[in-house]
Structure formats: C-alpha cells, structure tokens
C-alpha cells in the first residue's frame, strides 16, 4: 500500500474544493492535497460551456472550462499538490482515508480532512417516474459528457424537464448538439432561473417554457418516442412527442463518503451537518460547497471553500472543535432545508455573512422570521420565493442568542 501524509488533504477538486485549497496556501499551510477520482481537475464547470461562471469569486465572467482551467492553474501556481483518477473508498480513521489509484491502494494521513465532493442529479430510475426504459433520457451531467467530452450524438427532438439554473443550460447543450428543444417542462408555475439566464436561453432559440405539468409516463420500447404529461391543477393530460428526455436538478449531496465516516446527516438537506465554521460532527472533519447545500452557482461553492480554508487554518493553529453543546437549526414547510445546520456558541458570522434555504413552492411576500423560543430575533419580507432558487437570511441576528440550550427556528408566514 502506498502512504502519503500532508497537513489537509481534500476531497473534490471542484470549485469549493480548488478555492479551499488555494486559500490554504495563502494562509500558509505547508502540504496541501487535493484527491479526485475524475481524470481531470475542476469539476462540473468543466462540461459547461456557456458564460456567467467567476463573477462572484474571480470577479470576472469566464465560460466553464475557462474557469475551470484558471482554478486548476491557480491551484498549482500556489503549490497545491492534485491527484486525480484518486478514489476515497473509506476511513481509517477521523484524519486518514484510504484511496484506491492506478498505481494500487493509497493511505492518506493528515492533520484535517475537507469534503468538497458536491451534488449530482437523481437520474430518472430516483424519480419514480412509470413507463419503459428506452434509450434516450438524460440527466444534465450525462448530456455535457456526451456532447462536450466525447462528442456522441444524442438525438433530433428534445423535452427538458426541469426549469431552473441548469434546465436551461441543458437547452444550451442540446442546441449545440443540434438537437431542436421542443420545450422545458416544470410542475411549479413559473420557471425558476434568473431573467438573464432565460433570455440566453430559451427565449433566444424560442423554446417555450411549459409550467404546472409534470411528467407522468414516458413512452416508447427502443428509443424514447414520447412524454405524457399532467396537468398539477386539473389533472388533464397531454402528449409531446420526442426522442430525447433530460431531466436537471432534483440535487442530492454526495454524502456516501460522510455517512460511511460516522459524519451527522442533515434529515432535510441529506448532507453532513456544520456550524458555522463548516466544522462536521466528526473532530477535523470540515466540508463546504454544494455537499452541504443544493447545487449553487460555482463562485457561491468557491466562497463557501475560502471559508472552510480559514476555519481550517485556526483549527491547525488551535485545535479549538465544538464540544457538542452547538444549538440546532430547526425549519418547516415550506422551507426545505437551511445551511449551515447548527450554530456554536460564540459564534458571529455566517459563511458569506449569510444563511442559505430553499422552499418548496412558489410564495409571494413572505415573510421569514428566526425564533428562539418565544422570541422572534430576526425578521425580514421577500418579494417572492421561487423552488429552485436560493433564499438568503442575513446572519446579524447571532448576537441576540441567549440560550444555548433553546434551538433556533426558521419559519415562513404568508
């Protein structure tokens, strides 16, 4: 077996992953380790080659592999060591993974571990959708590999099913192919990406976006030959014929690696639980990025792995880990899950400054308002919530905790 040591090594070389890295290395820290188990370094930006990636992190607009490519050159410019086509496979203990490599099976010994291993899609057979199993459905990743890596055709006619951020970068991807979009279905009723998005998109090659249906039978024996699809108000149906279905979002974590480490889940969210300082339940353990909240944009997982960098670094120099007496976050429908999971007592700052949710239907001028107890301690109107996006809640209301023994509760009125 071959044995490695370094000070932190971490698991993703996405964009949370890289950022972490490489603001390690500012900070200082000697040895740092990225481990992927993809040929290449950098993610899912890499398969994505519209613009829009960098602006909050980069401060700059850069195309997926573009941004992908600077991360990774960043990353070696600062001294971080990237070992890729790595799989962690387990634990041997809190700080040492073992990996499985080309060259045979690796032990990897530090003194902190990151997981950064992000989200990906549940594919069709996870939605528990009926109908056969023909070829031609898609989840947005399969489709990216298809067309941007290995340059397979993927069909004439296609439905895309899903509305929001990387719905309607699949119609990109499937325009580029070739392929006419024949529209982009969302059971909820409006689509749920930002404005610019869309006019990129689908308004400029005139896909129409279809709302309140849901996809109910998929047809077809060899070949993917139509969608019947419900109407989510009065139950009606309809038939759009096509050979090619992509289904995008529907986010899971990649928790396997933490559940497999003794790590909290999060029941909501299915991701490891952190504090504020993306501390795990685990001591050494951080993880940061979209393994801990639904897939954000890159540069949002990018700053939320500077921020698991310099919680990091105090944790080398101090060794300082929550003792178990963190309070709880607790939320409600139509709230679908909150990050970070739980707050350390002491605590000011959020990563970003900032909450992150998520609800589960469209809501207009709600109001979110924190509890703790009886006492509501922050509270603040939207315009409206959409599914899909992200709710931001301002974290200035930390200095008003009294008891650390009272869970904090995040709460939508209408």
């Not at 969302?186 to 400029?204: C, G, I, M, N």
């Not at 003792?323 to 970003?352: F, K, M, N, R």
């Not at 301690?377 to 301002?394: G, K």
Request: contains cysteine; proline residues 6%; glycine residues 10%.
């Amino acid at each position: 077996m071959n044995r490695l040591k370094t000070d932190v090594v971490i698991v993703g070389a996405g964009p949370a992953g890289l950022s972490a890295a490489i603001e390690l290395r500012k900070l200082g820290v000697g040895n740092v380790l990225v481990v992927d188990r993809e040929q290449q370094a950098g993610g899912i930006p890499r398969h994505c080659h519209h613009i829009g990636f960098g602006m909050r992190d980069q401060h700059r607009i850069l195309t997926g592999p573009a941004y992908a490519a600077r991360q990774v050159q960043l990353a070696e410019r600062y001294g971080v060591e990237i070992l890729t086509e790595t799989t962690v496979t387990g634990w041997d203990s809190a700080t040492c993974l073992t990996a499985t490599r080309p060259d045979g099976l690796t032990q990897i010994q530090s003194s902190a571990v990151l997981l950064a291993t992000g989200c990906r899609e549940r594919p069709r057979s996870a939605r528990l959708i009926p109908g056969s199993r023909p070829a031609g459905i898609f989840t947005t990743g399969s489709l990216q590999n298809f067309v941007h890596v290995h340059h397979h055709p993927v069909g004439k006619r296609a439905l895309v099913i899903g509305a929001d951020h990387v719905g309607f970068s699949a119609v990109l991807t499937l325009k580029e192919a070739g392929v006419d979009v024949v529209g982009i279905v969302t059971e909820f009723s409006r689509h749920q990406t930002f404005l610019p998005y869309k006019l990129v998109s689908a308004d400029r090659h005139r896909v129409p976006v279809l709302t309140d249906l849901k996809v109910q039978r998929i047809l077809g024996k060899q070949r993917v030959e139509a969608v019947e699809l419900a109407d989510v108000r009065d139950g009606s149906s309809r038939t759009i014929p096509c050979d090619t279905i992509v289904f995008t979002g529907n986010w899971i974590p990649d928790y396997e690696l933490g559940y497999a480490g003794g790590l909290a889940i999060d029941p909501h969210g299915h991701s490891p639980r952190v504090n504020l300082r993306l501390q795990t339940s685990v001591k050494g353990v951080f993880a940061a990025g979209n393994l801990i909240h639904a897939a954000e944009t890159a540069d949002v997982a990018a700053l939320g792995g500077r921020h698991a960098a310099r919680s990091i670094r105090t944790y080398l120099d101090l060794g300082d880990w929550p003792d178990g007496e963190s309070i709880p976050i607790e939320i409600a429908p139509p709230l679908e899950w909150v990050s970070p999971h739980t707050i350390y007592p002491g605590e000011q700052s959020a990563p970003q400054g900032r909450f992150i949710l998520r609800v589960t239907q469209v809501l207009d001028r709600p109001t979110l308002r924190i509890w703790q107890g009886s006492r509501c301690i922050w509270q603040h109107r939207y315009r409206v919530l959409i599914p899909n996006l992200p709710v931001y809640a301002s974290d200035q209301w930390l200095d008003q905790i009294e008891n650390k023994n009272t869970p904090i509760r995040f709460e939508i009125i209408e």
